[in-house]
């Protein structure tokens, strides 16, 4: 049989609630034109992330009933540290309740002001914290990234002579740790090929650079070397991902994307000076080293979560179904960021609608209309989210895990297709207020002066 089905039958349904396009006009001017201050309820589809809105197991949430909530030794945690060193192999296993967490006690231990952090392209959160502590996140994709119709298999990958070049440059002494994050996220969900990790290895040895994974992603990253990479295709998504994380230092980990969980997160690394250091922060703000500000049964989903994610059959649907949506708005005259990548599919925006100005903000024009019209709600990946430093302009429709099927990626596609011919009559939007921080989660918006 050739047809991929999901690898799944349905036990507990979710109604969707339906709005009206009138309707969805005032919503849209009472949130003030930001889609993340929407009711969830008013959304029919809802693509904003695929962070934390997996659909969960019958085995996790067994799981969630076996979570031992003791304050101190939980044995929750000790199944969940024995999942993470299992595939990791990372000694020291630091529960966070999100992935910003992890970062936050990673870069407070390392980073002082004036370093520099470099990352093929780092994701909001990280670069928000790298910042935060005074030091400056440096991105560094490969040149093909910045080409969204290059069919490069690895536009995710890091350039490893910039990266070079940068250590000469500034001195290794600037430059605490180099990360990697799998897939490329902020890139257009680009994976990283094994090669390229194994060059930055080579790379952050020679300077004795600490090197981390940004692994939010690090199961479809497996799958897409499988594909992708010559020489892999016979390895298992789960001796792929091992070889991954044996390249790495440590890595930061966000459990609401590849653990199915709708929270959590963890931090590893194998030195055993830094892991005190950060247990000490830890206890600070998260709690306890055996919960880290979660719940025992969260730790017990992610346990779950990070054994069936490696599943082939659950990564090949995932993946087939991630390239179904985008060979077909492709197809249908829509520039994407080739080839499809794991968790979503990106529209080049800018190139969509060449007719709006970066500074009107071209990917939250196209957010907004696809909401208007259809009740689909997507998010701007460029300069509302990224300001100056974005590379390209870019509305993200990030697919949440085992929620939706086939016929809800149809009307998806018609849904875009039908703004896609009438492009020419959108137009941008302008900034009213926004906060000096992640900007994008609560920036107000009106539709631009002058716009035709
Ligand atoms: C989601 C994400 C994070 C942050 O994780 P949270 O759980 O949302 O705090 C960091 N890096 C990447 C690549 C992500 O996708």
Known sequence: MKTIIEPFRIKSVEPL?????????????????????????????????????????????????????????????????????????????????????????????????????????????????????????????????????????????????????LIKREGPGRIPLVMVTVTNNSGGGQPVSLANLKAVRDVTKRYEIPFYLDACRFAENAWLIKEREPGYADKSPREIAREMFSLADGCTFSAKKDAFANIGGFLCNNDDLLAERELNLLILTEGFPTYGGLAGRDLDAIAVGLEEVLQPEYLEYRIVSTAYLGRHIADGGVPIVEPPGGHAIYIDAGLMLPHIPRHQFPGQALAVELYRHAGVRSVEIGSVMFGDAAHLELLRLAIPRRVYTQSHIDYLVEAILEVNTRKKELGGFEIVEAPPFLRHFTAKFRPAEGRS
């Open 17 to 165: 609630t339906y709005t009206t396009p009138a309707r969805r006009e005032v919503l849209l001017q009472e949130a003030g034109y930001n889609l993340f201050k929407l009711r969830a309820v008013d959304v029919l589809l809802d693509l904003l992330t695929d962070s934390g809105t997996s659909a969960m197991s019958t085995e996790q949430w067994a799981a969630i009933m076996r979570g031992d909530e003791s304050y101190a030794g939980s044995e929750s945690f000790f199944r969940l540290k024995k999942v993470v060193q299992d595939l990791t192999g990372f000694r020291h296993v630091i529960p966070t309740h999100q992935g910003r967490a992890a970062e936050r006690v990673l870069f407070s231990s390392l980073c002082k002001p004036g370093q520099l952090v470099p990352n093929n392209t780092h994701f909001d959160t990280t670069r928000a914290n790298i910042e935060f502590m005074g030091a400056k996140a440096i991105d560094l994709p490969v040149g093909e990234a910045g080409y969204t119709q290059a069919r490069f298999p690895f536009k995710g990958n890091i350039d490893v002579e910039g990266l070079e070049a």
